[in-house]
């Protein structure tokens, strides 16, 4: 009923629009509304149509639910399918496949024309795309030791224990590059970032791989011309280089999408999407949801602290994580880091890595469920309809990989968008059950 209803609106007030915000709450069947919106485009013949998902994990279940329902579609190997350049057939793939700065779809006025666009799991997809546009090194990269004493007087000055901790290689050091010393300072950075491009370009990777995605040569086709707005934060692990505000408008495939569908799962604060998709207000205001909807199941949230001072954490993993003959529904931790998993592992859960964790989830929906499934860092763009996961278990506050995230939360702990950013990664991962 909520997909007939959501999709006669979407044909009756929103085909003719550009932008559309599709609200649903998980498990309502966002995906094959999606699928059937862009395959109706193919047969008004408006061009090639593309559906985005945030992970590989994403792009299977699309795939499954496509073929399903007898629709046509294909997937990006070597090379853009013929088929989806001609308008036959919608092509599933990952937003990192389009947003890098070496895209199959090519980059400004020389970029692949599509008719219609659809991402799926939009905040995820927004942290997928600030990533195509970071510059990472780790700390035993030379790149970072030639910044870090570039730079190494402001940061000093700075705070001379966070330096010396950073030097130390604690990754809990933070420490931004001054704006004035980065403008300052500005042809010896894109020196020491060219002299990167031109190693990375030259080296062959024994496997036939191309560079790491965070690495300059994937990225400097994306940020060569605007370095200058660009920040540095620099850690004792790592140091990250972004710009403030990325330029979408560079992908031209995306920026010129003549409809372009933005799926999301109902969150209290959509505002960022303006930052984060250059989407108008007026969209935001006006999203696209089923309005005789009333009721989309129960949650019992507990505290178990706040119930009993003796539940702590230790007492939680220890219980829940241990595998359980014969339980009939699944349980699911997620955890902050892969660091945070290692006691549960130890008691015996699964643990999911980005290679198994399809496999591992659709175990629990067959009802192999004696294992507690733990899942790092991913509190978006999983499904775990009923049985599958009655237990959902909230191991930690979430922690943002973003260095910039990080040193903003660090400075303002109590702000609103601090606070904002937190409680929207946990209202996603509420929706996961």
């Known amino acids: 009923r909520v997909q007939a209803e959501v999709l006669t609106s979407w044909h009756t007030q ?22 059937l919106a862009l395959q109706s485009k193919l047969n008004e013949g408006a061009g090639p149509a593309i559906y985005l998902c945030p992970n590989n994990y994403l792009i299977e279940q699309t795939c499954t639910q496509a073929k399903q329902f007898g629709l046509r579609f294909c997937t990006v190997q070597s090379d853009l399918p013929d088929e989806f350049l001609d308008g036959k057939s919608i092509l599933i793939t990952s937003v990192q496949i389009l947003f890098n700065g070496r895209t199959r779809f090519r980059l400004g006025p020389e970029s692949t024309k599509i008719g219609s666009l659809l991402m799926d799991d939009c905040h995820a997809c927004i942290d997928a795309i600030r990533d195509a546009f970071t510059i990472r090194f780790e700390k035993d990269d030379d790149t970072y030791n030639r910044i870090v004493a570039l730079f190494a007087p402001s940061l000093e000055a700075q705070g001379l224990g966070s330096f010396t901790e950073i030097q130390k290689g604690n990754h809990d050091a933070l420490l931004p590059v001054p704006y004035w010393e980065w403008q300052d300072k500005l042809r010896e950075v894109v020196a020491i970032l060219a002299d990167r491009v031109e190693l990375e370009s030259n080296k062959k990777p024994k496997d036939g791989k ?52 933005f799926m999301s799962a109902t969150v209290t604060d959509d505002s960022f ?72 592992e130890g008691y015996g859960s699964t643990v ?8 591992e989830i659709e175990k629990l929906k067959t009802e192999s469920c004696d294992k507690t499934l733990v899942i790092a860092n991913r509190y978006d763009g999983i499904d ?34 601090t606070i904002i950013r937190a409680a929207r990664t946990i209202e996603q991962g509420l929706g996961r059950s």
């Open 14 to 35: 929103f085909r003719n629009k550009r932008d559309v915000i599709l609200k649903l709450h998980t498990g309502q069947g966002k995906t094959l509304i999606g699928l």
């Open 210 to 261: 191309l560079p790491h995605r965070h690495g300059v040569w994937f990225v400097w086709p994306l940020l060569m011309d605007s370095v200058h707005d660009c920040s540095c934060i620099i850690s004792g692990g790592a140091l990250e280089i972004a710009p403030r505000v990325p330029r979408l408008d560079i992908f031209g495939s995306f920026y010129g999408a003549q409809h372009r569908v």
């Open 273 to 344: 999407l303006v930052k984060g998709l250059r989407l108008s207000a007026d969209t935001i205001r006006n999203p696209l949801i089923s309005k005789n909807e009333r009721w989309s199941g129960e949650k019992m949230l507990l505290i178990p602290s706040l119930m009993d001072e003796t539940l702590g954490r230790s007492v939680i993993v220890q219980e829940l994580a241990r595998p359980r003959s014969g339980r009939d529904f699944g349980v699911v931790a997620l955890v902050p880091s892969f660091a945070r998993s290692k006691d549960w």
């Open 352 to 359: 999911a890595t980005t290679h198994t964790i399809y496999k």
């Open 384 to 417: 775990l309809p009923d049985d599958s996961c009655r237990i959902l278990i909230f191991d930690s506050r979430p922690i943002s990989d973003n260095l910039a995230e990080r040193y903003d939360g660090r400075c303002r702990p109590g702000s609103v968008m």
